[in-house]
C-alpha cells in the first residue's frame, strides 16, 4: 500500500502561494517606474503639483524622478516641442535601457496642441514611440496620476520576451531606432 508523505511547510496549506516569474517581474517593475520630467513649459507646473506632498506620485513606488535617461524608465514629456527639439528627445529616449515607456502629458505632447504652425511637432509620436497620451490643456495632477496608473498595467502585463520579439523591433524600426 503506498503512503503519501507530508508537505512541507510552506508548499500547502497557509502561507502557500504559486506564481509565474513573468507575474513577479511584471509586479516588481510596475511599482518602481523611475520617471524623467522631460518638461518643456506649462504641462511641467502639472507634473511639479503631481509630484508634491498633496498628489504625491510617491504613492505609486515612482518618488525618485531620474534626470539622467539611462537610470529612468519611463520618459514623460510634458510641453510644447519644437522641431528642433525632436533630435533631442530622440537621443533622450535612445539613452534609456530597455525595457522603457512613454507618456506624452497634454495636447502638446500629444499633438501639437493648439500650436499648429511651422515650428512645433505636431505630436511625440513623430520621433518616438508614445505608450500613453494624456489629454488636457494642461490635465490636471488626477489626470497624470491617471496616465502612469495605465503605464502600470501596461508593465504589469508585458510579457518578458516582448523586448526581444519581431514585432517590438519593427516599431523601433519605423522611428528608425534600432
Ligand atoms: S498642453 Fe496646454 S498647458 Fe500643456 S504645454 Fe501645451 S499649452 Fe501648456
Request: neutral net charge; contains cysteine; aromatic residues 8%.
Amino acid at each position: 500500500m503506498p503512503t503519501m508523505t507530508e508537505s512541507p511547510p510552506g508548499v500547502s496549506g497557509q502561507g502557500f502561494f504559486l506564481t509565474s516569474l513573468e507575474k513577479a517581474v511584471g509586479l516588481a517593475r510596475k511599482n518602481s517606474i523611475w520617471p524623467l520630467p522631460f518638461a518643456t513649459s506649462c504641462c511641467g507646473i502639472e507634473f511639479m503639483a503631481t509630484m508634491a506632498s498633496h498628489y504625491d506620485l510617491a504613492r505609486f513606488g515612482s518618488e525618485r524622478p531620474s534626470f539622467s535617461p539611462r537610470q529612468a524608465d519611463l520618459l514623460m514629456v510634458m510641453g510644447t516641442v519644437a522641431k528642433k527639439l525632436g533630435p533631442v528627445l530622440k537621443k533622450v529616449y535612445e539613452q534609456m535601457a530597455e525595457p522603457r515607456w512613454v507618456i506624452a502629458v497634454g495636447a502638446c505632447a500629444s499633438s501639437g496642441g493648439i500650436f499648429d504652425t511651422y515650428s512645433v511637432l505636431q505630436g511625440i509620436d513623430k520621433v518616438i514611440p508614445v505608450d500613453v497620451y494624456v489629454p488636457g490643456c494642461p490635465p490636471r495632477p488626477e489626470q497624470i496620476i491617471d496616465g502612469l496608473m495605465k503605464i502600470q498595467e501596461l508593465v504589469e502585463k508585458e510579457p518578458l520576451g516582448w523586448r526581444q520579439s519581431a514585432q517590438y523591433k519593427a516599431i523601433l524600426a519605423q522611428y528608425g531606432i534600432e
